[in-house]
Protein backbone atom coordinates (compact mmCIF):
# COMPACT_ATOMS: atom_id res chain seq x y z
CA UNK A 1 0.00 0.00 0.00
CA UNK A 2 1.21 3.51 -0.77
CA UNK A 3 1.36 6.14 1.65
CA UNK A 4 0.30 10.03 0.21
CA UNK A 5 -0.11 13.07 1.53
CA UNK A 6 -0.84 16.03 0.27
CA UNK A 7 -0.31 19.61 0.08
CA UNK A 8 0.06 22.77 -1.50
CA UNK A 9 -3.92 24.00 -1.39
CA UNK A 10 -5.09 27.21 -0.58
CA UNK A 11 -7.55 30.22 -1.17
CA UNK A 12 -6.54 32.13 -4.88
CA UNK A 13 -8.47 34.10 -7.05
CA UNK A 14 -9.91 33.39 -10.55
CA UNK A 15 -6.73 33.50 -12.81
CA UNK A 16 -4.37 32.84 -10.10
CA UNK A 17 -1.65 29.96 -10.26
CA UNK A 18 -1.03 27.40 -7.40
CA UNK A 19 1.15 24.04 -7.24
CA UNK A 20 -0.43 20.78 -5.44
CA UNK A 21 2.22 18.41 -4.23
CA UNK A 22 2.35 15.01 -2.74
CA UNK A 23 5.01 13.31 -1.53
CA UNK A 24 4.40 8.70 -1.94
CA UNK A 25 6.09 7.12 0.05
CA UNK A 26 5.98 2.96 0.50
CA UNK A 27 5.12 0.25 -2.28
CA UNK A 28 6.98 1.43 -5.24
CA UNK A 29 6.73 -1.50 -7.08
CA UNK A 30 2.90 -1.31 -7.30
CA UNK A 31 2.82 2.24 -8.12
CA UNK A 32 2.60 2.15 -12.16
CA UNK A 33 0.62 5.27 -12.38
CA UNK A 34 -0.81 8.04 -10.19
CA UNK A 35 -3.51 10.70 -10.90
CA UNK A 36 -5.14 13.74 -9.29
CA UNK A 37 -9.05 13.60 -8.09
CA UNK A 38 -11.21 16.64 -6.91
CA UNK A 39 -14.32 16.25 -4.82
CA UNK A 40 -16.72 19.39 -4.98
CA UNK A 41 -19.42 19.98 -2.46
CA UNK A 42 -22.04 18.02 -2.99
CA UNK A 43 -21.01 16.45 -6.39
CA UNK A 44 -19.15 13.33 -7.01
CA UNK A 45 -15.21 12.89 -7.11
CA UNK A 46 -14.04 13.43 -10.10
CA UNK A 47 -10.44 12.65 -12.66
CA UNK A 48 -8.52 15.19 -13.13
CA UNK A 49 -5.25 14.18 -14.56
CA UNK A 50 -2.81 10.84 -14.39
CA UNK A 51 0.61 10.25 -15.32
CA UNK A 52 2.77 7.31 -15.64
CA UNK A 53 5.49 7.02 -13.25
CA UNK A 54 7.78 5.14 -15.64
CA UNK A 55 7.46 6.74 -19.04
CA UNK A 56 5.93 10.05 -17.31
CA UNK A 57 3.65 10.13 -20.38
CA UNK A 58 -0.01 12.50 -18.78
CA UNK A 59 -3.48 11.97 -19.61
CA UNK A 60 -5.74 15.12 -19.03
CA UNK A 61 -9.62 15.89 -18.14
CA UNK A 62 -11.37 18.08 -20.75
CA UNK A 63 -12.08 20.62 -18.17
CA UNK A 64 -8.54 21.40 -17.19
CA UNK A 65 -6.19 20.19 -20.31
CA UNK A 66 -4.26 23.72 -21.64
CA UNK A 67 -4.48 24.90 -17.77
CA UNK A 68 -3.32 22.21 -15.51
CA UNK A 69 0.06 20.15 -15.84
CA UNK A 70 0.47 17.09 -13.71
CA UNK A 71 4.66 16.16 -13.49
CA UNK A 72 6.24 13.51 -11.02
CA UNK A 73 9.87 13.82 -9.65
CA UNK A 74 10.89 9.76 -9.07
CA UNK A 75 14.58 10.63 -7.21
CA UNK A 76 12.06 12.07 -4.31
CA UNK A 77 8.95 10.58 -4.70
CA UNK A 78 6.66 13.30 -5.43
CA UNK A 79 3.78 14.38 -7.45
CA UNK A 80 2.84 17.79 -8.60
CA UNK A 81 -0.28 19.40 -10.14
CA UNK A 82 0.20 22.80 -11.65
CA UNK A 83 -2.81 24.86 -12.09
CA UNK A 84 -2.89 28.17 -13.75
CA UNK A 85 -5.87 30.46 -14.93
CA UNK A 86 -7.68 29.01 -11.98
CA UNK A 87 -11.85 29.46 -11.88
CA UNK A 88 -14.06 29.05 -9.52
CA UNK A 89 -15.02 25.93 -10.72
CA UNK A 90 -11.97 24.20 -9.78
CA UNK A 91 -12.83 24.83 -6.36
CA UNK A 92 -12.75 21.59 -4.49
CA UNK A 93 -10.92 18.78 -2.30
CA UNK A 94 -7.82 17.84 -4.40
CA UNK A 95 -7.03 14.05 -3.71
CA UNK A 96 -3.66 12.32 -5.26
CA UNK A 97 -3.79 8.61 -5.94
CA UNK A 98 -2.10 5.48 -6.83
CA UNK A 99 -2.95 2.45 -9.15
CA UNK A 100 -1.37 -0.46 -10.10
CA UNK A 101 -2.83 -0.55 -13.48
CA UNK A 102 -0.30 -0.42 -16.47
CA UNK A 103 -2.52 1.74 -18.97
CA UNK A 104 -3.25 5.54 -17.65
CA UNK A 105 -7.29 5.13 -16.19
CA UNK A 106 -9.54 7.69 -15.01
CA UNK A 107 -11.27 5.04 -13.35
CA UNK A 108 -11.43 5.94 -9.30
CA UNK A 109 -11.69 1.96 -8.95
CA UNK A 110 -8.65 1.67 -10.77
CA UNK A 111 -6.97 3.40 -7.61
CA UNK A 112 -5.80 1.67 -4.50
CA UNK A 113 -4.19 3.81 -2.55
CA UNK A 114 -5.55 7.87 -1.76
CA UNK A 115 -4.17 10.74 0.33
CA UNK A 116 -6.40 12.38 3.08
CA UNK A 117 -7.09 15.65 0.25
CA UNK A 118 -6.09 19.38 0.07
CA UNK A 119 -9.08 22.02 -0.18
CA UNK A 120 -8.12 24.37 -3.09
CA UNK A 121 -10.54 27.56 -2.98
CA UNK A 122 -11.18 29.76 -6.22
CA UNK A 123 -12.79 32.96 -5.41
CA UNK A 124 -14.41 35.02 -8.24
Known amino acids: QVHLVESGGGLVQAGDSLRLSCAAS????????MGWFRQAPGKERQFVAAISWSSGVTYYADSVKGRFTISRDTAKNMLYLQMNSLKPEDTAVYYC?????????????????WGQGTQVTVSS
Open 97 to 113: AATTRFALTSMITEYGS
Open 26 to 33: GGTFSRIG
